[in-house]
């Protein structure tokens, strides 16, 4: 996640999800097979979308 303004963004990631992902892949790899590890790291694209109009008006 990036947060704070342009001239000083703050990055970080989301530990708890990183680790449930890899312990997913593993899992999958483990008793399906390698490749089924990949489908832990498919975005199905459920995520929210950002409001760019506001966020790009905002930052005028």
Do not use: H, Y
């Amino acid at each position: 996640m990036v947060t704070g303004p342009l001239t000083s963004p703050k990055v970080d990631i989301d530990r708890g999800a990183v680790a449930a992902q890899g312990g997913v892949g593993a899992i999958l790899g483990a008793l399906v097979n390698p490749f089924a590890a990949l489908a832990a790291f498919v975005d199905p694209g459920l995520a929210d979308d950002a409001n760019c109009g506001a966020l790009i008006a905002s930052a005028r």
